[in-house]
Nanobody, 117 residues
Framework: QLQLVESGGGLVQPGGSLRLSCATSGSTLEDYATGWFRQAPGKEREAVACISSSGRSTNYADSVKGRFTISRDNAKNTVYLQMNSLRPEDTAVYYC??????????WGKGTLVTVSS
């Protein structure tokens, strides 16, 4: 059974950086497109970034373009989200998402990112 475990969240000051990781097990990561979503208190979950199964194609929400970078290491079955120039409005629980060719979605339990001085 596919499992996803996010890590790397925490408290960071505005302008700081964090790198989130999503470790997967139970299946081969290269079979899935992957993405990061986030949900701030009182708001709906929103897509942040996604990357194709090969890693050759990426997309970002306008709010994070130029600041966040999604990447993947299929050999390590891990997906990353490098977050730079963090802002208070980036505060949220960040979730890793995998989608297979049949459109089935898998989610991790999330990791909390708090941007505050």
């Amino acid at each position: 059974q596919l499992q996803l475990v996010e890590s790397g969240g925490g408290l960071v000051q505005p302008g700081g950086s964090l790198r989130l990781s999503c470790a997967t097990s139970g299946s081969t990561l290269e079979d899935y497109a992957t993405g990061w979503f986030r949900q701030a208190p009182g708001k709906e979950r929103e897509a942040v970034a996604c990357i194709s199964s090969s890693g050759r194609s990426t997309n970002y929400a306008d709010s994070v373009k130029g600041r966040f970078t999604i990447s993947r290491d299929n050999a390590k079955n891990t997906v990353y989200l490098q977050m730079n120039s963090l802002r208070p409005e980036d505060t949220a629980v960040y979730y890793c998402n995998l989608v297979n060719n049949g459109g089935m979605n898998y989610w991790g339990k999330g990791t909390l990112v708090t941007v505050s001085s």
